[in-house]
T-cell receptor, first 114, second 114 residues
Framework: TQLLEQSPQFLSIQEGENLTVYCNSSSVFSSLQWYRQEPGEGPVLLVTVVTGGEVKKLKRLTFQFGDARKDSSLHITAAQPGDTGLYLCAGVGQPTDSNYQLIWGAGTKLIIKP | DSGVTQTPKHLITATGQRVTLRCSPRSGDLSVYWYQQSLDQGLQFLIQYYNGEERAKGNILERFSAQQFPDLHSELNLSSLELGDSALYFC?????????????FGPGTRLLVL
């Protein structure tokens, strides 16, 4: 069974600080997606990383896919209150898997205090 | 706005009752996914339908059932409701049938069982 572990589960920091959220697995994924969910809304896709070692930037957010495609990280620079939300990672299994589904992490709840 | 609609937005009912949640996917999307999210928790995948057929099953209770109609809208039926079924229920859609595709989420239905 493929599992994705996210850490930390909860993070509360002051505006302007930096933070990193991790998504780890013992399984290899063909790609990995990061979603953000704001209170009262559904998750929204932020980015998909596909290649081992890939780095993608979205303004102050930097996403990295591990070389072995088993882990990923999300780094936020100078966090803003608008970054508050639940961050979810979801791994895409191998195309040869019989159950080719997204494997979801449990999420990191992030609160940025003004 | 993801293009995915869900009704109702809120639902309050009593234990033992049965409810139906409705989802309309984005125009052109053939897959519909149902998820359950308890308070401050990650997403629990329940079931996926693709073009009217069940494609994948997750942690869906036997008291729960779903279907996708010819016009591609989907309904999730929850019966013999228990207090623990109180949660946010999300519907998502994607273009094809492969679970690893980008999923677009609706705003969710908040179910409260009293």
């Amino acid at each position: 069974t493929q599992l994705l572990e996210q850490s930390p589960q909860f993070l509360s920091i002051q505006e302007g600080e930096n933070l990193t959220v991790y998504c780890n697995s013992s399984s290899v994924f063909s790609s990995l997606q990061w979603y953000r969910q704001e209170p009262g809304e559904g998750p929204v896709l932020l980015v998909t990383v596909v290649t081992g070692g890939e780095v993608k930037k979205l303004k102050r957010l930097t996403f990295q896919f591990g070389d072995a495609r088993k882990d990923s990280s999300l780094h936020i620079t100078a966090a803003q209150p608008g970054d508050t939300g639940l961050y979810l990672c979801a791994g895409v299994g191998q195309p040869t898997d019989s159950n080719y589904q997204l494997i979801w992490g449990a999420g990191t709840k992030l609160i940025i205090k003004p | 706005d993801s293009g995915v609609t869900q009704t109702p937005k809120h639902l309050i009912t009593a234990t033992g009752q049965r409810v139906t949640l409705r989802c309309s996917p984005r125009s052109g999307d053939l897959s519909v996914y149902w998820y359950q999210q308890s308070l401050d928790q990650g997403l629990q995948f329940l079931i996926q339908y693709y073009n009217g057929e069940e494609r994948a099953k997750g942690n869906i209770l036997e008291r729960f059932s779903a279907q996708q109609f010819p016009d591609l809208h989907s309904e999730l039926n929850l019966s013999s409701l228990e207090l623990g079924d109180s949660a946010l229920y999300f519907c998502a859609s994607s273009v094809g049938g492969r679970g690893g595709e980008t999923q677009y989420f609706g705003p969710g239905t908040r179910l409260l069982v009293l």
